[in-house]
């Protein structure tokens, strides 16, 4: 069965800098394109960031384009979100996911319905 982990979440300055992790189990992990997403308090899940699965495309929400970066370990069955500069705004409970693979672009990877499997979550918590 599939499962998804992430850890690395926490409580943080504004400024500051944090790194998520997500360990991938049971599936072909270099065969998927993986995505982060996230959701505050109150708001609708909004995607972060998404990188196919040879490397070649990233892609990234408005809100955070420049400061997290997504990158992906295939021997390690794992994908990481660097978030630099953090703001209060991105506060959150940060999710990883696995995409459906049947269509592709930015369009496709930034929808989470797109998404087959989803980890718990881990929150990150940007402080004034």
């Known amino acids: 069965q599939v499962q998804l982990v992430e850890s690395g979440g926490g409580s943080v300055q504004a400024g500051g800098s944090l790194r998520l992790s997500c360990a991938a189990s049971?599936?072909?992990?270099?065969?998927?394109?993986m995505g982060w997403f996230r959701q505050a308090p109150g708001k609708e899940r909004e995607f972060v960031a998404a990188i196919n699965w040879n490397f070649a495309s990233t892609y990234y929400g408005d809100s955070v384009k420049g400061r997290f970066t997504i990158s992906r370990d295939n021997a390690k069955e794992t994908v990481y979100l660097q978030m630099n500069s953090l703001k209060p705004e991105d506060t959150a409970v940060y999710y990883c996911?696995?995409?459906?693979?049947?269509?592709?672009?930015?369009?496709?990877?930034?929808?989470?319905?797109?998404?087959?499997?989803w980890g718990q979550g881990t929150q990150v918590t940007v402080s004034p």
């Open positions: 049971g599936l072909t992990f270099s065969n998927y394109v």
């Open positions: 996911a696995t995409h459906l693979n049947w269509c592709s672009g930015y369009g496709c990877y930034s929808r989470e319905s797109n998404y087959a499997y």
